[in-house]
């Protein structure tokens, strides 16, 4: 009897140290700038449940500790309702009425409208994704970081797959939306692509981001005859899908790269006979290489929303990064962890991605302000999709 009253007493006293421990945990309140309505809303709203489910992992884990104490993430959403108005607005509103210090996203090009608002204010800004605007990663953003390498880093990643499973490919009919090419990258990926021995033939395809009709831009990929595929940098699934049709129904039969994260969804857009020879850099689930918490994040989102999710990764991986380089901070002023960040030019961290190289100084002309990770390949063969491995790259 005694020994049973004294196990009782204790499992007792370890439930209420582990309540008292959880009921410790502070706050953190983290900014999530997604558009939630507008073109771009299914994009963001997949990749805020993404950020959700992340937020769920590590405040499950004990949260963020900063000096002996725990915090837990609390994200504070704002819609930038697909436009640069829109998320100027978002940003405002995360800023100067909820105060945030840390912000998460936007996406896309989106960026270009949120620069000025967290510098002026010393929000530190950690972005999912950038297209290589001075505006989004540069001198003039000291505030604002990158858990990804962005469009460098996808185009590198584009490479490498060519390179490996494609290497008698060399001439290029290149494809973008409005909103993801500009002067500079364009000029980016002309060098690098000739540099690497590819040539760019025939008409640089560029479609408008809320695109209807897409036959006119399927028809000029046709017509270019002499590039042995398409070599496509920045689209969301509503894109790749839309475009995969037009170009399946009119015969068109040649492999389709795409550099995003276009997952699944493009399936349930184009029809299972037209998803076929496509390449986007999306994870499987449970394919070789992944990391445990990537597979693990995949899970929980495929047994919420179905196996047909689309697999983002942007502000998701944003915030695992952030959280680490608070923790490394060991301090909640975005000030000293922008400092802390700078300082590990060329240090790795954890990711959803793997172990990522905080680098890009030459890149970007700012030091230190992106990650360099690996990305998967998702390959997609008469509406059946499988994982053909990890193409990594080296950004200086």
Known sequence: MKKA????????FAFCVSVAGHAEMKPLQIGVLHSLSGWFSGWDTTSLNETKTIADMINERGGITVKGQSYKIELVVEDGKSSIDGVAAAANALVYDKKVKFILGPAAFFARATGPIVTQN??????????????????????????????????????????????????????????????????????????????????????????????????????????????WLHAITFHTGNMLKSLREIGYDKWVIVG???????VDIAGK???????????????????????????????????????ILESSQALYVLAQIIERAQSLDPTVVKEKWESMDGQTVDSLYGPVVISGTKTFGIKAHAAANAWPGMLFDDGKISGVGWFGYTLP
Not at 5 to 12: A, K, S, T
Not at 293 to 311: C, F, H, P, Q, W
């Open 273 to 311: 006979e037209a998803s076929t020879k496509l390449i986007t850099q999306t994870p499987v689930l449970n394919a070789p290489g992944n990391p445990p918490d990537l597979d693990e994040m995949i899970r929980r989102m495929e047994a919420k929303y179905g196996s047909g999710v689309d697999k």
């Open 5 to 12: 009253l004294f196990v009782w007493i204790i499992m007792v």
């Open 260 to 266: 995003s994260n276009a997952g699944p969804g493009t």
């Open 122 to 231: 010393q929000v530190l800004n950690v972005l999912g994704y950038h297209t290589y605007t001075p505006e989004e990663i540069g001198p003039g953003q000291p505030y604002t970081f990158s858990g990804t390498a962005g469009a460098p880093g996808h185009f590198y990643s584009m490479v490498k797959i060519l390179q490996e499973r494609f290497p008698e490919y060399k001439n290029l009919c290149m494809v973008s939306p409005v909103g993801g090419i500009h002067p500079r990258l364009e000029k980016f990926m002309r060098k690098e692509l000739g540099r690497l021995g590819y040539n760019i033939v025939g008409e640089w395809v560029i479609f408008p981001d809320d695109a209807v009709d897409w036959s006119p831009y399927a028809a000029k990929i046709k017509a270019n005859k002499k590039a042995d595929c398409v070599f």
